[in-house]
């Protein structure tokens, strides 16, 4: 394509979908997170090919590649984005976005002839010789890569802007409207195609695809500076270091790109640290245990349990406000705050809280859930003074197996969630040091959730 103008195609359900998203979230600023442009890596072959059959006919078709090998779509898609270092991704949306190739049953000859509209300017007959030389699959595919890799991307980095003057931060009118483009993927995408339609379109697909929805429970980060607790689809800031430790290890955290994260509708904060003692303005004094606040009902059962009046927080009712009530705190409360027990005899450690023991499966869950908490040894005779609970998990966001086994899965609301391949594991920004590999019962306390997929709910995978 080099300095021509893209000739657009869109199609009628593609351009519906599109003008739904622009009414209602399109930021023509900002089209798709940069480090994305260049992962070329972010699919593997297996991933494109799974993906397209999941699309439509694309990944059953061959294609003469330049070099004149006869490959797989999936297979030219794959060999030009390692190549080029240039995303799968970024390809596939893109091919959609300019013939509703990926997704069309039933896809003309004209459709695969200029998969990319790569040379096509607007005013151009693909008929021209100057345009015909880039007709075919292989070579609209490699050519709009490279356009990218050798054009568009060294350009940005040593002038700031393309040749046709787009870079980030510089405005320029895009039909008729002043954009801004906050980054170089926005602005290769408008040099690309200048017209907010067409982008548009590229966006909603990117959206539907490829933005992420990380299980709850995943702790997340756009700048490292600023933590987020995924909850039940929201996303809930950490008002402090200390309340954030009180939920995690720091190095759990995954990186999030900043548009994937503003796709969170923003919930209440989380300002202290679980197992804080707050005291509200009228003296009441409350303990947080996860998200509620726990009356304890007088002075007397407030000394008596051992709480110390030094790790008092004084806090608003607002501050209140935005915790519910949980059950009152009193003399037969029996570990409020919970604490590890260990038989004397059997060996076996129990989660002691509000007069009930819950029996823990493995060193894992202890170390994972209750790392900081020492152990106290008891006879089994004082054990029978508590109720029997059910089993401890693994806390939401950590990532289990069992051993001798290769399935991965992670923790989400009480379930575990296979991860289905290693691409999808990558792709959530998740660290293969992370992964706790227990027994087999410990993993299965845990019923068997939804597969953590690629692409939201667009790919299918098959549960290990």
């Known amino acids: 394509m080099r300095n021509f103008r893209l000739k657009l195609t869109i199609y009628t359900l593609l351009g519906v979908l599109a003008l739904s998203r622009s009414a209602l979230a399109f930021n023509q600023d900002y089209l798709m997170p940069d480090y994305e442009l260049e992962r070329g890596d972010s699919m593997n072959l297996a991933d494109i090919q799974r993906f ?9 078709q061959y294609f003469t590649d330049t070099d004149g090998i006869t490959r797989t779509a999936a297979e ?26 990926v997704e069309d049953q039933l896809p003309t000859q004209g459709q695969f002839d200029w998969a990319m509209g790569y040379g096509v300017c607007d005013d151009c007959s693909t008929a021209e010789t100057s345009v015909a030389r880039f007709r075919g699959f292989g070579k609209q595919v490699s050519g709009a890569a490279r356009q ?21 931060g510089i405005t320029k009118l895009v039909d008729g409207t002043p954009v801004t483009p906050a980054n170089m993927a926005t602005a290769i995408l408008y040099t690309y195609t200048p017209h907010l339609h067409g ?3 590229f966006a909603s697909i990117w959206d539907r695809w490829f933005s992420k929805t990380h299980p709850d429970g995943t702790i997340v980060t756009a700048d490292n500076r600023v933590f987020w607790f ?57 303990l947080l245990v996860d998200d509620a606040r726990r009356p304890i009902i007088s002075m007397k059962v407030f000394r008596t349990l051992g709480f110390n009046a030094d790790e008092l927080v004084d806090v608003t009712d607002e501050d209140l406000a935005s915790y519910p009530e949980g059950e009152a705190i009193t003399l037969e409360s029996a570990y409020p705050q919970g604490g590890l027990l260990q038989d004397k005899i059997s060996g076996g450690v129990y989660w002691v809280q509000d007069g009930v023991k819950y029996p823990i499966w493995s060193k894992e ?23 029997t609970g059910e089993p401890i998990r693994f806390r939401d966001g950590t990532l289990v197996g069992a051993k001798g ?25 998740w660290k293969w040091n992370n992964i706790v590999w227990t027994l087999d019962g410990a993993v299965n306390l845990h019923p068997l959730g939804e597969p953590v997929l690629l692409t939201g709910d667009l790919e299918t995978a098959t549960n290990p």
């Open 52 to 60: 397209l059959e999941r699309k439509g006919t694309l990944g059953y």
């Open 76 to 101: 030219i898609i794959w060999r030009v984005a390692t190549g080029n270092r240039i995303s799968p991704k970024f390809l596939l949306a893109l091919m959609q976005r300019e013939q509703s190739l």
């Open 148 to 168: 990218l890799r050798e054009g568009y991307i060294p350009d940005i980095l040593t002038n700031g802007k393309t040749s046709a003057g787009f870079g980030p």
């Open 199 to 201: 982008n548009v379109n």
């Open 230 to 286: 995924i909850q039940n689809s929201i996303r809930r800031r950490f008002a402090s270091i200390s309340a954030l430790a009180s939920r995690t290890d720091l190095d759990e955290v995954v990186p999030i790109s900043s548009s994937d994260l503003e796709k969170y509708d923003e919930g209440k904060p989380i300002r202290f640290a679980n197992y804080s003692l707050l005291r509200a303005t009228d003296g009441g004094i409350f």
């Open 365 to 387: 869950i202890m170390n994972i859930n209750f790392g900081s908490h020492p152990i106290t040894q008891i006879s089994s005779e004082e054990l029978t003074h508590y109720r």
């Open 405 to 429: 086994s290769p399935t991965v899965y992670v923790i989400s609301n009480g379930e575990r969630r296979p991860i289905s391949s290693e691409s999808v594991f990558n792709s959530y920004g």
